[in-house]
């Protein structure tokens, strides 16, 4: 497994080590000895999450106050824009974002530390993300950053308008959003 420091302090992009032959594939998506060597973190996982989205859906930013989650990000079918943005308060890249593109071709799985907000628009007609999280989900703790808050500038990648939950839809600015200290 490689691992790439990103401009967000802790935000990783993990690719890894893939064996391939005429048969197919084979990759470990988690070895915890392996992610331990690469990035220097051991995080217990206690939930894993499993979503498919059409083109065009937009999930995110999502975060939870109180009980962070860790989360590590993967495609399985398609593709996605996946961004993370930094709500550490005390963190230099605070307000900051970046984005990079997952998917069932490229492999590539994203760490995103407790203190940020995440979130992805499927670019293929239909994609599935899987994610680790180390904390339980917790609806009274969560929280929605908005998407295209001007503050943020993130630079979707958008076919037109996305297709968005109501509660995405109605996010929190960045200048209101519960942060972490």
């Not at 420091?5 to 005429?22: K, Q, S, Y």
């Not at 974002?97 to 530390?113: D, K």
Request: net charge negative; aromatic share 10%; charged share 20%.
């Amino acid at each position: 497994m490689t691992c790439t420091a990103t401009a967000i302090e802790g935000v990783l992009l993990i690719e890894p080590r893939v064996l391939e032959d005429e048969r197919g594939f084979f990759l470990e998506s988690y070895n915890v000895r392996s992610f331990l060597d690469a990035t220097g973190l051991a995080p217990v996982f206690v939930q894993d999450n499993h979503s498919g989205s059409r083109r065009n859906v937009l999930r995110g930013l999502h975060y939870q106050v109180q009980v962070p989650q860790g989360k590590l990000v993967r495609v399985i079918a398609g593709a996605v824009y996946d961004v993370v943005v930094d709500l550490r308060a005390a963190s230099p890249s605070f307000g900051r974002w970046i984005g990079a593109e997952l998917s069932a071709a490229n492999r590539r799985q994203l760490w995103v530390p407790p203190g940020c907000a995440h979130g992805f628009l499927a670019l293929s007609e239909y994609a599935e993300c899987l994610y680790k999280t180390t904390e339980y989900w917790s609806p009274v703790h969560e929280r929605t950053l908005l998407w295209n808050d001007p503050a943020l500038g993130i630079a979707w990648p958008l076919a037109g308008e996305p297709i968005l939950s109501a509660r995405d839809r109605a996010g929190t600015p960045l200048h209101a959003a519960e942060v972490f200290p």
